[in-house]
């Protein structure tokens, strides 16, 4: 059980482009969602934290505009990269927590390499 | 603003017990001890967490000091699978942000 997928596993775009990553939750009910961004050989960073149906809080630093997040269902929340440059290009992880009742624990995606030229 | 300090690497012997030791001297009462690790380029995958009691459970045990001001991940048996970084964090009861530092690359070698 727990099980979280995030697709695409890998995306390569243009710079300028947009790129929407999807997070979704396979046997339970997320009522936080949580994206993480990992460069080489750092430790992960969290970016945001998004509740089903409502707006998500971003991290100091994190901009809002450039990171769209929408946490439409209990099982499913996406992340937009807009105009992506070349420092955009890393491994975006998102993690999902039950709700009220449910296990305290983050579960963890697969994750997604973004990788901008 | 590192909570906890965990060694920067260590090796294991395929076959034996690995004890990953972690610092969180400036812990709350309010505040659980988590255990994470991340294979490359995998998301982290959850291990165990406490508050005050030790824990086992069918991956790991986790040994907390009484003062709980340090705790000790105890991979049972390592094999060449559990090679990953671990990652020691303390979270809010309630918060359910993670902060992940640097972890400790540990290395199971046959």
């Known amino acids: 059980g727990a099980v979280v997928s995030q697709h695409p596993s890998w995306v390569i775009c243009k710079s300028g482009t947009s790129v929407k990553i999807e997070c979704r939750s396979l046997d339970f009910q997320a009522t936080t969602m949580f994206w993480y961004r990992q460069f080489p050989k750092q430790s992960l960073m969290l970016m945001a934290t998004s509740n089903e149906g409502s707006k998500a809080t971003y991290e100091q630093g994190v901009e809002k505009d450039k990171f769209l997040i929408n946490h439409a269902s209990l099982t499913l929340s996406t992340l937009t990269v807009t105009s992506a440059h070349p420092e955009d290009s890393s491994f975006y992880i998102c993690s999902a927590k039950g709700g009220a009742g449910g296990r305290d624990e983050q579960f963890f995606g697969p994750g997604t390499r973004l990788t901008v030229l | ?110």
């Open chain 2, 1 to 110: 603003d590192a909570k906890t300090t965990q060694p920067t690497s260590m090796d294991c012997a395929e076959g034996r017990a690995a004890n990953l030791p972690c610092n969180h001297s400036t812990i709350s009462g309010n505040e659980y001890v988590y255990w994470y690790r991340q294979i490359h380029s995998q998301g982290p995958q959850y291990i165990i967490h406490g508050l005050k009691n030790n824990e086992t459970n069918e991956m790991a045990s986790l040994i907390i000091t009484e003062d709980r001001k340090s705790s000790t991940l105890i991979l049972p048996h390592a094999t060449l699978r559990d090679t990953a970084v671990y990652y020691c964090i303390v979270r809010v009861i309630n918060d359910y942000k993670l902060s992940f530092g640097a972890g400790t690359t540990v290395t199971v070698r046959a």
